[in-house]
């Protein structure tokens, strides 16, 4: 009965599948070169997401291929975050990204929890949400044409999957990002996540940017990291940007006046898009990532 049950509930799953990507493809076919709402999948959370995306005006003149900025948001927060407090539209115009704003949870933190099933974050954004976009639009479905950033716990989010997946990134960029979870071992659901740090402190470690960044060495990805001067979160990435350096990490590094606030991250988001751009353009094409 087991078995009869879990082929049942497979066959349930693709089906549903199947009928969320119809709808998406005629939702596509109408709204194509407009904001829109998209709803991807997690097979591995056996759930569905809503993401936001903005696609550049040239998308519907031309039939080229367009890089995609994966933009993150920030703890207790959701995919509607970046377009509720700014229009995307001219800044995809202006650089030629599509840009998307995928769920990463309430308190997801990018990371596949081992305590919480449904919470594996880090999987659905690197994994499952670009393998959707390549999918359904024209995308350069490669490493080179794959940037992401993102704000607070989405400045984490970002720079630790380039951190665990250099294949599928170009760059990556934080704005005021939590660099190291430890800073956090009380607050935020972390603990929920991999477990209190008194009793797994090397799991914190593992997974904070501060350490993961050690696997970038020698891997020439662009990273740009920048903080209010009087954010909360500024000691961290101070000590980022000398960890970058003691690593021998090229990178971008900026303290300007600000909180940890919307008005910082509205102003900060087009500083990272630029440097995404002129860093895609000057890039020589690399072999295809896998997906």
């Not at 367009?66 to 948001?73: A, D, G, M, N, T």
């Amino acid at each position: 009965m087991k078995l009869s049950y879990r082929k049942r509930e497979h066959s349930a799953w693709r089906k549903s599948i199947a009928a969320v990507c119809l709808l998406f493809l005629f939702q596509a076919s109408i709204f194509a070169g407009q904001p829109d709402t998209l709803v991807v999948p997690s097979k591995t959370m056996g759930k569905f997401f809503k993401a936001f995306i903005v696609l550049p005006d040239e998308y519907n003149k031309t039939d080229a291929s367009f890089p995609v900025l994966y933009l993150l948001h920030g703890w207790s927060g959701s995919y509607r975050d970046w377009p509720n407090k700014m229009d995307l539209g001219p800044l995809a115009d202006r650089y030629g990204f599509i840009i998307i704003c995928p769920d990463g949870g309430y308190a997801g933190w990018y990371l596949d929890s081992p305590l919480v099933p449904d919470s594996q974050y880090e999987s659905y954004i690197s994994k499952e949400v670009p393998a959707f976009v390549d999918d359904n639009y024209r995308t350069v479905a490669e490493m080179r044409g794959r940037f992401i950033c993102g704000l607070s716990m989405g400045g984490h989010g970002a720079i630790s999957l380039i951190a665990k997946y250099p294949d599928r990134y170009a760059a990556a960029g934080s704005m005021s990002g939590v660099m190291a979870l430890t800073a956090s071992s009380k607050r935020f659901g972390i603990a929920q996540l991999i477990g209190d740090i008194e009793s797994e402190p090397e799991i914190w470690e593992e997974n904070s940017c501060l350490r993961l960044v050690e696997k970038l060495v020698g891997q020439k990805k662009g990273i740009i990291v920048d903080c209010g001067v009087d954010d909360f979160t500024i000691e961290s990435n101070r000590a980022m940007h000398q960890r970058l350096i003691g690593l021998g990490i090229d990178h971008d590094y900026y303290e300007r006046p600000g909180h940890h606030s919307w008005d910082y991250w509205i102003n900060a988001l087009e500083y990272h898009l630029l440097y995404f751009s002129r860093l895609y353009h000057v890039q020589a094409p690399d072999g295809p990532a896998e997906r």
